[in-house]
């Protein structure tokens, strides 16, 4: 039922051999403790630079079905853009100009198994190992939990993580002692990796950092970067939280969000969505470890991390990590990696790339989102309806040409606009945009349309105004609050 190592690789080696304009498969630098090559893939269609994301399952070797899941996501992206077939998982259908848009917008990198083997011995000896085939001299135990291995507050042994060889949670003898775990480091620095997800099992979870302290958003002293913490120790202060920027806050919620009901669309499965802590408290992890490398050196790109806890409690350990029918699961946990294909799209970057072959107003928009619009309630509220509205929307706008030149012109104007703060924004410019949305609401899924007339009127408000002033407006007044007037009085 369950794919061999080998399996996975020859699905992946076929994948590519028969579509090389969209797939490619490549060897990792390290091969596995026993020697296994370790090999991942990447899937795109077109040329250009774009964004990154890396799927990667298999981490703890029992956890079966993962593996099996991306080589099927893979083949599914495929199948769908070479026929033009949407990719019906349930209840949930994805469109194919959606499969298009991903493949023609993302580099999407998948590491299907990233302990093969562990997954072998799962497979020969032992069900439920967890680890990878490390032997720990001086001890009758083997293995490390790859998952706390990273250079996160390494082998700080908070909750679960543990320093003890013999321990199923074995951080490792060093930070990244394991080839296995410095292949996923090594993917992370050689591309441009936006988004990253682990896809573990079981509980139904989408996880995001924190794992080792609370979250908050209120004292950026408190970083990871200077907490007192010593190897083999927990953290000594039970008050400490953790440092995460409103605005990244809002990004991992609206993501996990978006995830969450693409699950619950196929089949009605409920998945939570939560910090890690609120699991169990952990260090060491990939998917935080992948989020908080800008922290820890400024010069890395931001990657937002996730990690999937794929199915429910089946009613014992060995059914709920190896169902004996995993198509559900897989289906749903699909939809949910989609979503997240999807939401890491975006679309003021796709347009004006894409559309405007420049950066100088993607980078301008850009700013004025995260630096300006991200420091309040009211701003972030709007960056929410903005992503929303995005996803089902850009594959309507970039399939019709028309449409298209309008939302690129609007770009351009818009960077224009927000470089000078006493500009002001005239009422055919405003009227365009008008139109666009309005446009956008006849064409786009009804369920929009209520947003999108919000979006209408206060753009119809903000005509006459300054830059200064929208902006203000923008983030003293969200779009709960459209009874609130607009111009100064």
Same mark, same amino acid.
């Given at each position: !039922?369950?794919?061999?190592?080998?399996?996975?690789?020859?699905?992946?080696?076929?994948?590519?051999?028969?579509?090389?304009?969209?797939?490619?498969?490549?060897?990792? &630098? /390290?091969?596995s403790v026993q020697g296994r090559p370790v090999r991942a893939l990447r899937l795109r269609a077109g040329g250009g630079d774009r964004r990154g994301v890396l799927l990667v399952g298999g981490t703890h070797a029992r956890e079966l079905m993962n593996p099996d899941l991306l080589i099927e996501l893979a083949v599914d992206l495929v199948a769908s853009y070479r026929t033009g077939s949407d990719v019906v998982l349930g209840g949930r259908? =994805? $469109?194919?100009?959606?499969?298009?848009?991903?493949? /023609?917008?993302?580099?999407?990198?998948?590491?299907? *198994?990233?302990? $093969?083997?562990?997954?072998?011995?799962? !497979?020969?000896?032992?069900?439920?190992?967890?680890?990878?085939?490390?032997?720990?001299?001086?001890?009758?135990?083997?293995?490390?939990?790859?998952?706390?291995?990273?250079?996160?507050?390494?082998? #700080?042994?908070?909750?679960?993580?543990? *320093?003890?060889? *013999?321990?199923?949670?074995?951080?490792? &003898?060093?930070?990244?002692?394991?080839?296995?775990?410095?292949? #996923?480091?090594?993917?992370?620095?050689?591309?441009?990796?936006?988004?990253?997800?682990? #896809?573990?099992?079981?509980?139904?979870?989408?996880?995001?950092?924190?794992?080792?302290?609370?979250?908050?958003?209120?004292?950026?002293?408190?970083?990871?970067?200077?907490?007192?913490?010593?190897? *083999?120790?927990?953290?000594?202060? $039970?008050?400490?939280?953790?440092? !995460?920027?409103?605005?990244?806050?809002?990004?991992?919620?609206? #993501?996990?969000?978006?995830?969450?009901?693409?699950?619950?669309?196929?089949?009605?499965?409920?998945?939570?969505?939560?910090?890690? %802590?609120?699991?169990?408290?952990?260090?060491?992890?990939?998917?935080?470890?992948?989020?908080?490398?800008?922290?820890?050196?400024?010069?890395?790109?931001?990657?937002?991390?996730?990690?999937?806890?794929?199915?429910? =409690?089946?009613?014992?350990?060995?059914?709920?990590?190896? $169902?004996?029918? &995993?198509?559900?699961?897989?289906? /749903?946990? +699909?939809?949910?990696?989609?979503?997240?294909?999807?939401?890491?799209?975006?679309?003021? +970057?796709?347009?004006? =790339?894409?559309?405007?072959d420049r950066d100088r107003e993607v980078q301008t928009l850009r700013r004025v989102r995260d630096e300006l619009l991200g420091s309040t309630g009211q701003g972030r509220a709007w960056i929410t309806l903005f992503e929303q509205l995005q996803a089902p929307l850009i594959s309507i706008v970039l399939q019709d040409p028309e449409l298209a030149g309008r939302a690129a012109r609007l770009v351009s104007a818009a960077g224009a606009q927000?470089?000078?703060?006493?500009?002001?924004?005239?009422? +055919?410019?405003?009227?365009?945009?008008?139109?666009?949305?309005?446009?956008?609401? +006849?064409?786009?899924?009804?369920?929009?349309?209520?947003? %999108?007339?919000?979006?209408?009127?206060?753009?119809?408000?903000?005509?006459?105004?300054?830059?200064?002033?929208?902006?203000?407006?923008?983030?003293?007044?969200?779009?709960?609050?459209?009874?609130? &007037?607009?111009?100064?009085?």
């Amino acid at each position: !039922m369950y794919r061999t190592v080998s399996q996975l690789d020859a699905a992946g080696s076929t994948l590519a051999a028969t579509h090389p304009q969209l797939c490619t498969q490549f060897t990792l &630098p /390290e091969p596995s403790v026993q020697g296994r090559p370790v090999r991942a893939l990447r899937l795109r269609a077109g040329g250009g630079d774009r964004r990154g994301v890396l799927l990667v399952g298999g981490t703890h070797a029992r956890e079966l079905m993962n593996p099996d899941l991306l080589i099927e996501l893979a083949v599914d992206l495929v199948a769908s853009y070479r026929t033009g077939s949407d990719v019906v998982l349930g209840g949930r259908t =994805w $469109p194919a100009a959606d499969i298009k848009l991903i493949l /023609e917008t993302l580099d999407l990198y998948l590491l299907p *198994c990233v302990n $093969p083997d562990g997954r072998h011995h799962v !497979m020969t000896v032992d069900g439920l190992w967890r680890k990878n085939r490390r032997d720990n001299p001086g001890t009758a135990c083997d293995g490390v939990d790859l998952n706390r291995n990273a250079d996160l507050l390494w082998g #700080v042994t908070e909750g679960q993580t543990s *320093c003890a060889p *013999c321990s199923e949670v074995y951080c490792g &003898p060093s930070v990244f002692s394991e080839p296995e775990s410095r292949n #996923v480091r090594h993917l992370l620095d050689s591309h441009r990796i936006d988004c990253f997800a682990d #896809v573990h099992s079981y509980s139904e979870l989408v996880l995001h950092p924190w794992g080792h302290a609370p979250t908050q958003t209120t004292d950026p002293t408190k970083r990871f970067t200077t907490l007192p913490a010593t190897a *083999c120790q927990p953290i000594t202060d $039970p008050s400490y939280a953790e440092y !995460m920027t409103p605005r990244d806050l809002l990004r991992f919620e609206s #993501v996990g969000d978006g995830i969450v009901q693409a699950i619950a669309d196929v089949r009605g499965r409920k998945y939570t969505r939560e910090t890690g %802590l609120g699991l169990y408290p952990t260090t060491g992890t990939l998917s935080d470890y992948a989020y908080a490398r800008h922290i820890a050196d400024g010069t890395q790109h931001k990657t937002y991390g996730f990690t999937l806890e794929t199915g429910p =409690w089946q009613g014992s350990v060995a059914e709920s990590f190896h $169902p004996a029918n &995993p198509e559900p699961i897989k289906r /749903e946990a +699909e939809s949910g990696l989609l979503a997240l294909l999807q939401l890491s799209i975006c679309a003021i +970057e796709l347009i004006g =790339w894409k559309l405007l072959d420049r950066d100088r107003e993607v980078q301008t928009l850009r700013r004025v989102r995260d630096e300006l619009l991200g420091s309040t309630g009211q701003g972030r509220a709007w960056i929410t309806l903005f992503e929303q509205l995005q996803a089902p929307l850009i594959s309507i706008v970039l399939q019709d040409p028309e449409l298209a030149g309008r939302a690129a012109r609007l770009v351009s104007a818009a960077g224009a606009q927000v470089t000078d703060d006493g500009a002001v924004l005239d009422p +055919e410019t405003a009227g365009e945009a008008r139109g666009f949305v309005h446009a956008l609401a +006849e064409r786009g899924p009804a369920e929009l349309r209520s947003d %999108l007339q919000l979006v209408q009127e206060r753009l119809a408000a903000f005509a006459g105004l300054s830059t200064a002033e929208i902006l203000k407006s923008l983030t003293e007044r969200g779009p709960a609050d459209a009874s609130v &007037p607009d111009r100064p009085v």
